[in-house]
């Protein structure tokens, strides 16, 4: 119980942004993800979030790993409570801090003083424990430049706190602060990552998977739900919006020149999840496309399926290549499940010689034959919706 996390926050100071209501997400945000790990005191103070739990048995384990992957927070350490008094504070860093002391070279103490009714000055505090921390390991050379170690005492007004330098944290913005949009999640390496760098920048995410059984299993599927429920833990609990997909694709093979089914098909997925847009009052539309990896990821290509909604479509992965894709896969814990071999709706139509450059003329003209509003309605209106 005398153990705490500290969690530095991140971008707002230097945005300007409302630092209320980053604050509000942040510790709404942390409140949430803490839940079933026990009971836990979350406020802010001075750009610094405190976890504290209030029970025997809270996980900190747990929760230290859950706030590692907190969007809005740039750095987190684990504290130590003790009395305030000069000689607690010198043993508690003794005790707390001593594989660090044993392995650093160099050192120097940092101390805060909130309560101003310490006897000591900060610079006192310092100086006392770190020249009491130098006698006792001889091999630590002061360095108040570089050191390899910094120690942190903080004096506030309920407890002293003792802790050591910050580990990075997840970076980024809260999630829910820059509003909500639809991800097009597919069961590939790049849509995960997209939305993982999306939610970073504090937007809330909704899924979206066309799903075209029985072309594609319902292991398929279920591998789907399983990176939107790997992504949870960044992005908070999520809508996955199974939308029926079988029925366009045969439409499609059916009526319109094989060459030009992949982009067909991709307009047909930006107009459903516009409308699934709509509904969850979402204001843009996040695709997992990288220029030049496959035939429909030309230029052209991505103007003709952005010509059918008026939504901003977000790209976040345009410019990477694929290894930097793969690196943030690996990271974010979804390259193994996006590598499991499931067949995909994309590949299953794939025709033998994509158009690479789509002419939007040509789209059109393909499109007259079809009942574009009534193929999107019937799609909308069997969606499955699947909390995870
Ligand atoms: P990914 O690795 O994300 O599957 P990809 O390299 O396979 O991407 P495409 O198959 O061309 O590329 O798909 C481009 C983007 O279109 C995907 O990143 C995803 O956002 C979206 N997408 C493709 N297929 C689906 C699907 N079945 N359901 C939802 N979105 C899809
Ligand atoms: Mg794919």
Redesign the pocket.
Known sequence: MDEIILLKLGELVLKGLNRRSFEDKLIANARRRLKDLGKFRVYTKQSTMYVEPQEEHCDLEGAWTAMTRLFGVVGLSRARACNKTADAILETAKEYLGEKLQTAKTFKVESKRADKTFPMTSIQLSQYVGGELHDMYPHLQVDVHHPELTIHLEVRDYAAYVHADPEPGAGGLPVGIGGRAV????????????SWMIAKRGIALE??????YPY?SLEAKEK?LDLARLLTPWCGHMMVHV?P?TEIQEELRRSCPEELF?VLM?RF?MRIAERVAQRCDAGAI?????LG??A??TMEAMRATTAVCSLPVLRP?VGMDKEE?VRVARKIGTFDT?ILPYE????VFTPRHPRLRPLPGELEAAEAALDIEGLVQAAVEHIERVRV
């Not at 991800?183 to 997209?194: C, E, F, N, Q, W």
């Not at 996040?286 to 990288?290: H, L, M, R």
Request: hydrophobic share 40%.
């Open positions: 991800s097009l999640l597919s069961g590939g390496i790049d849509s995960p990552v997209a899924m979206v998977h066309f799903f075209s594609t789907v939308v997909f992949t991709r997925m996040v695709t997992g496309e990288s990896q496959v429909s990821q992965v894709i996006s995909d709706c994309c590949t």
